[in-house]
């Protein structure tokens, strides 16, 4: 019988990520995120989190799907809301409860709503090892556009990674949303608004 190759996918983390983006810029490799041991590093640190959690609430990527059942807190309910609920850690964006039409209302950490049990629908911080390759080449060059200026001083070389890190990620929304077989995309006009940012995840577009 034929051996069997099994293939393992590769398990990336943020100090990847960073190097990616400096890779881009022709700059050293580090070798830590969340301790930074050189400048270069720390400018990573500081640009990291931020830009990743900035990129992944603009749009409810599939990779990074977030759901619970939450139960009502016992502390007095947000304003005119009948209940209120804690957000799970690494919610960054609510984008709908199990009723489409439904109201609520985010205050800081908590939601406030008007039934129980909340089912909230969200975009979650989803680790780095979870990321699919399209959205793992965007991020890197969204990154580097970022770090251009802070290391390099270079407004060209910033403007550069700029064009090419929205391209990248537009891109990357298109893939992801093809590659999930519960949405459809309404032929070119979906593609455009999904590229163009216009797409409403409460409104989902559907073939005809």
């Known amino acids: 019988m034929p051996d ?21 810029l022709g700059e050293d490799r580090i070798t830590s995120v ?16 931020t830009t990743v959690c900035s990129e992944l609430a603009k749009f409810e990527w599939g990779f990074a799907k977030g759901y619970r059942s939450l139960s009502p807190l ?12 804690q957000l799970p850690n690494d919610c960054l964006v609510v984008r709908r409860t199990s ?19 909340l089912k909230l629908f969200y975009t979650r911080r989803a680790p780095e090892a979870h990321w ?3 959205f793992l080449d965007a991020i890197a060059l969204v990154l580097a556009s970022r ?16 064009k090419r890190g929205d391209s990248a990620m537009a891109d990357a929304r298109v893939h992801d949303y093809q590659a999930n077989p519960a949405r459809r995309i309404n032929g070119d006009a979906g593609v455009f608004a999904i590229r163009s940012g216009q797409y409403s995840a ?7």
Not at 34 to 49: K, L, N, R, T, W
Request: glycine residues 2%; aromatic residues 12%; negative net charge.
């Open 34 to 49: 969340q301790s930074p041991d050189s400048e270069i590093a720390q400018f990573c640190h500081d640009v990291y989190e």
């Open 99 to 117: 009723l489409t039409e439904d109201r609520w209302e985010v205050i800081d950490d908590k939601i406030g709503y008007d039934g129980t049990p």
């Open 132 to 134: 699919p390759a399209y």
């Open 147 to 162: 770090l251009a200026m802070a290391i390099q001083h270079d407004q060209n070389a910033a403007v550069l990674f700029t």
């Open 4 to 24: 069997v190759v099994v293939t393992t996918r590769p398990v990336f983390t943020a100090v990847d990520v960073c190097n990616l983006a400096l890779t881009q």
């Open 202 to 208: 409460r409104t989902p577009l559907r073939y005809r």
């Open 74 to 85: 016992v502390s007095p309910a947000l304003e005119e809301w009948s209940y209120t609920y």
